[in-house]
C-alpha cells in the first residue's frame, strides 16, 4: 500500500497482527522492500511482531527524485577523498523522517527497528532524532561512517561501481548477481535459482540505478556518526558478517563500542547479504534486541 510521509508518497507492507509488537525493517543502498526476505518476515510473524517494510525513497516504488537528474558520482567520491563536504539531494536524517512518517502514518507510536547496512545508518539517525520512537535497535552489517575504519577493497569498490550491459531484465539480473558475489557470503553461497528468481522479480518491479546513486551522495554526505552514538539508549543489537567485503567487520566492534550496552553477533562465514540459512538467527537477535529472547 501507498502512504504520505514527510511529503512522500513510500510504498509499505505491513504483515502480522494488528496488536503484535511494532517492528520496522529499513533496507539498504538501493534496494527494495522485497529484499527482506519472506522466510524471514513470516518467522518475525510467527514470534508475534507486527512487521513493517518499506521502500525508501528514490527505491521501489516510493517517490523518486529523478527531476533532479543523474547524480554527479565523481565529483562527490573526489571531495569524499579530499575530505571535503559533498553535497547530496537529501540527508540520511530526512530519511530517518521518511521511516518515522511511516510510523506516523500506521499510528504507532513506538517501534522496534531493525535496519541493514545503509537502513542501519538510517536507524541510527532514527534513534539519535527521534528517540521516543524506537524500542529497540538491531544493526546489521553496517557502519558508523568514522573514517579510521578499514574501507572495502579495490575489487569489491569495482564491482560497486559496474553497470549492466543493457537495462535489459535478464542484463541487469547478470549484474546484480554478479555484485552478489562479489559481496555475498562465502560461507552461505545461495541457490543459483532462488536467487535468480528473487533478482528477476525485483528488476521487473523496479530498477531506478540513478536512485541507487543519490542514497549513496545521502550515506557520503552523512559522515561519522560517532560522537552522537554514545546518546543512544535503547537496548541494541549489532549483527555483522566476519567476512564481509563491503563494510569490513572492524565497523561492528567500532558499533558495539560506541553505543552504550551494545551487543555483538559477529557471524563467521557471512558476507553483505542475508544467507536463508542465517536468518533464523537473524530472527533470534531481533527478538533478543527487543527483550523477547
Request: hydrophobic share 45%; with cysteine; charged share 20%.
Amino acid at each position: 500500500m501507498r502512504i504520505q510521509s514527510n511529503s512522500l508518497f513510500i510504498e509499505v507492507d505491513v504483515q502480522g497482527p494488528a496488536d503484535g509488537e511494532p517492528l520496522l525493517l529499513v533496507m539498504g543502498l538501493g534496494m527494495q522492500l522485497v529484499a527482506w526476505p519472506d522466510e524471514l518476515v513470516a518467522d518475525l510473524v510467527g514470534r508475534g511482531f507486527r512487521v513493517i517494510r518499506f521502500d525508501n525513497r528514490d527505491a521501489g516504488l516510493s517517490e523518486g527524485f529523478e527531476r533532479l537528474g543523474p547524480p554527479r558520482m565523481l565529483r562527490a567520491m573526489l571531495r569524499f577523498t579530499l575530505r571535503l563536504p559533498v553535497a547530496a539531494p537529501y540527508q540520511l536524517r530526512d530519511m530517518a523522517n521518511d521511516a518515522v512518517g511511516v510510523l506516523d502514518a500506521l499510528g504507532i507510536q513506538q517501534a522496534h527497528v531493525c535496519g541493514a547496512s545503509m537502513g542501519g545508518m538510517i536507524a541510527q539517525r532514527m534513534a539519535m532524532h527521534h528517540p521516543t520512537r524506537v524500542k529497540s535497535l538491531t544493526l546489521v552489517m553496517t557502519t558508523s561512517g568514522a573514517r579510521h575504519l578499514p574501507q572495502p577493497s579495490w575489487k569489491v569498490r569495482q564491482a560497486m561501481l559496474a553497470r549492466p550491459r543493457s537495462h535489459d531484465v535478464a542484463d541487469v539480473v547478470a549484474h546484480l548477481e554478479r555484485l552478489l558475489h562479489t559481496i555475498g557470503s562465502p560461507g552461505y553461497r545461495p541457490d543459483k535459482q532462488r536467487q535468480h528468481q528473487r533478482l528477476e522479480a525485483s528488476v521487473k518491479r523496479a530498477w531506478r540505478p540513478h536512485g541507487t546513486g543519490r542514497q549513496l551522495l545521502a550515506v557520503v554526505a552523512d559522515g561519522d556518526r560517532s560522537a552522537a552514538l554514545a546518546a543512544i539508549r535503547h537496548p541494541t543489537r549489532v549483527i555483522h558478517g566476519a567476512d564481509d567485503p563491503l563494510v569490513p567487520p572492524a565497523a561492528a566492534t567500532d558499533l558495539q563500542r560506541k553505543i552504550p550496552g551494545a551487543t555483538l553477533d559477529l557471524v563467521p562465514g557471512m558476507g553483505h547479504d542475508l544467507p536463508l540459512a542465517l536468518l533464523p538467527r537473524l530472527a533470534d537477535g531481533i527478538t533478543q534486541a527487543a527483550g523477547r529472547g
